[in-house]
């Protein structure tokens, strides 16, 4: 955290890379430190969604006079992250038609994000914590409180709320801290084989199991393979 408690414009990462260093932290510094991408069917199935649901051009008004924003630029300086919000909805406090100008005017709504996922429902950290940092930036733009954020699971059609509490908030803020530090240092993580590499798009670029931080190793182990 800069001692200002704010980061500069050229300190700012992307908040997208919360999922991406939660589920494994050599697969953060892949795509955010070295600039690589590898796709495959569910990266291919989530950049889909996205392109349908960040669309924002569209303004849609809802039952109860709720406002839903699609692809709403937010950024936190406190967290030092940037990004796009799928959808923000706007809640009015009180009932009546009303235009988004003339809601967003009185200030008389409470402000949700919503965060789509392809998959089938289990909510996880990774899911929680990427909308609950952008409650916390949406917070900090408008100067708003926001206590619900929701994410929305494609395949199922279900969202699930998610309550942003104090705990969620020291967590996003902790990993942030993660982030910017790991992003300073420049480096990424040597390969290593776990869980998670079997559902990871980046496996082939990666090579789990193979790169040993030894180049010597690694060189003599695609020799033994070539000779065997
Ligand atoms: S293959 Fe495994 S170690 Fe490599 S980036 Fe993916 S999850 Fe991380």
């Known amino acids: 955290m800069p001692r200002s408690g704010y980061y500069a414009d050229d300190e ?4 997208s890379g919360i999922q991406h260093f939660m589920f494994c932290e050599r697969q953060w510094a892949l795509i955010h430190l070295e600039c690589q991408w590898q796709e495959n069917f569910l990266t291919a199935e989530g950049a889909l969604l996205h392109e349908r649901v960040d669309d924002p051009s569209v303004r849609k008004s809802g039952p109860f006079g709720i406002v839903t924003l699609r692809g709403l630029r ?31 005017a009185s200030r008389e709504f409470t402000i949700m994000p919503v965060e789509y996922k392809r998959g089938h429902r289990k909510i996880s950290d990774c899911d929680r914590y990427q909308v609950v940092a952008q409650a916390m930036a949406l917070e900090e ?12 699971y494609w395949e199922e059609r279900k969202r ?6 104090a705990e969620l908030r020291d ?31 980046m496996e082939d670029m990666c090579m789990p199991g193979r790169i040993k931080a030894d180049v010597t190793d690694y060189l003599k182990t695609l020799f033994d393979e070539e000779i065997a």
């Open 141 to 152: 733009m408008y100067g708003a409180e926001i206590s619900r954020a929701a994410v929305f």
């Open 12 to 15: 700012m990462i992307p908040l």
């Open 74 to 104: 937010v950024a936190s300086r406190r967290l030092g992250l940037f990004g796009v919000a799928d959808a923000v909805e706007l809640h009015p406090v009180a009932t009546g038609k009303r235009s988004v100008a003339e809601l967003v």
């Open 171 to 201: 967590r996003v803020t902790d990993v942030s801290r993660r982030m910017h530090e790991a992003y300073r240092s420049g480096r990424t993580p040597a390969a290593k084989r776990t869980g998670s590499c079997r559902a990871c798009s």
């Open 160 to 165: 699930e709320y998610v309550e942003v509490d």
